[in-house]
T-cell receptor, first 115, second 115 residues
Framework: AQSVSQHNHHVILSEAASLELGCNYS??????LFWYVQYPGQHLQLLLK??????LVKGIKGFEAEFIKSKFSFNLRKPSVQWSDTAEYFC?????????????FGKGTKLSVIP | DAEITQSPRHKITETGRQVTLACHQT?????MFWYRQDLGHGLRLIHY???????NKGEVSDGYSVSRSNTEDLPLTLESAASSQTSVYFC??????????????FGPGTRLTVL
């Protein structure tokens, strides 16, 4: 089964600062990769996803993520954060490779953006 | 628009009572999942179903059960509620075929308090 590590538990940034949240997974085969966002009091929403092709994936609200196969990483980035980006961010991968319907989620990174 | 609904959104119950949380999706997805979300633990899978009459245990299934009698619904039952089951519960669904089969869509959540 896959495991997912998100290295930062809580990140605090000022508005306009750049963001990078780390995500590493354990499976070495073909993977689908996801970042979900959970705004305060809300449910999880898909931020972006990687299935194949260009390893640099662009998502909603100016977020992007880069899939680096050699490093088993799928880090989330945003060049300039806004107060409205305050949320919890979850990285997810299929439980046991691309053929599994289950997802394994990281423990999440809480982002607080100070105006 | 297709969606997932959960009811109730908030529930307070007493230890020992049986509680059922409803999940209804109009995506026509074969796969449905129940998670609990607790501080410090992220999302943990309780039960999941890959189709009608199919149910499977997840990581934290003790004390919970599900049944799948149709495509749209996967109710979660707490047989005898315990204080340790105080949590936020999310239902999700996904396709079983195609490139996006791992992408899960989440409901709004149910906040359950067991006193």
């Amino acid at each position: 089964a896959q495991s997912v590590s998100q290295h930062n538990h809580h990140v605090i940034l000022s508005e306009a600062a750049s963001l990078e949240l780390g995500c590493n997974y354990s499976y070495g085969g073909t993977v689908n990769l996801f970042w979900y966002v959970q705004y305060p009091g809300q449910h999880l929403q898909l931020l972006l996803k990687y299935f194949s092709g260009d390893p640099l994936v662009k998502g909603i609200k100016g977020f992007e993520a880069e899939f680096i196969k050699s490093k088993f990483s799928f880090n989330l980035r945003k060049p300039s954060v806004q107060w409205s980006d305050t949320a919890e961010y979850f990285c997810a991968v299929p439980y046991s490779g691309a053929g599994s319907y289950q997802l394994t989620f990281g423990k999440g990174t809480k982002l607080s953006v100070i105006p | 628009d297709a969606e997932i609904t959960q009811s109730p959104r908030h529930k307070i119950t007493e230890t020992g009572r049986q509680v059922t949380l409803a999940c209804h999706q109009t995506w026509n997805h074969n796969n449905m999942f129940w998670y609990r979300q607790d501080l410090g633990h992220g999302l943990r899978l309780i039960h999941y179903s890959y189709g009608v009459q199919d149910t499977n245990k997840g990581e934290v299934s003790d004390g919970y059960s599900v049944s799948r009698s149709n495509t749209e619904d996967l109710p979660l039952t707490l047989e005898s509620a315990a204080s340790s089951q105080t949590s936020v519960y999310f239902c999700a669904s996904s396709e079983s075929t195609g490139k996006t089969r791992n992408e899960q869509f989440f409901g709004p959540g149910t906040r359950l308090t067991v006193l």
